[in-house]
């Protein structure tokens, strides 16, 4: 399932332009993802998202964050109604362009529901081209999955 709100590219369009190209220029580097925190897990102080970004980097790979840098993304406070929209579009194109080798940073507690399990996973091995390796954090031990 893929949430997608059908008027935001209207209103967005350069923003979707920069997404675009963007990932697109991603292509032959391995993507790395993220999911969940470290504990105590109580702020996104505790989130991977910055581990797995140097992870990435150190082996010539990039996060969709990482991928999206100096692109004005929307934050989610409320002052942009389409936020979640461009940020689903963003994580769907990503994952739908991942080929190769690609790797997911996980942290020791996971939401339910979170966006990596639900939908990104399912687009990314979807297109059959995909060797997906799990580093599992704190122990930051490599596994093949």
């Known amino acids: 399932m893929v949430r997608r709100a059908p008027d935001w590219p209207k209103r967005h369009a350069a923003l979707k332009l920069a997404i675009d190209q963007a990932i697109k220029q991603t292509a032959g580097r391995p993507h790395y993802f993220w999911s969940g925190r470290v504990f105590p897990a109580k702020s996104e102080d505790d989130s991977v998202k910055d581990l797995a970004l140097a992870i990435a980097q150190s082996k010539g790979g990039t996060t969709l964050e990482g991928t999206l840098k100096g692109i ?11 936020a979640g929209d461009i940020w689903q579009y963003a ?3 990503y994952s739908s362009k991942s080929r190769g080798d690609v790797f997911v ?21 979807s297109g059959g081209t995909v060797d997906l390796r799990s580093y599992d954090v704190p122990e930051r031990r490599s596994t093949h999955g």
């Open 91 to 93: 994580s769907n194109t």
């Open 105 to 125: 940073v996980k942290g020791e507690s996971l939401r339910s529901g979170n966006v990596w399990e639900v939908f990104v996973s399912l687009i990314a091995l």
């Open 72 to 82: 004005s993304m929307p934050k989610f406070d409320g002052s942009d109604p389409d």
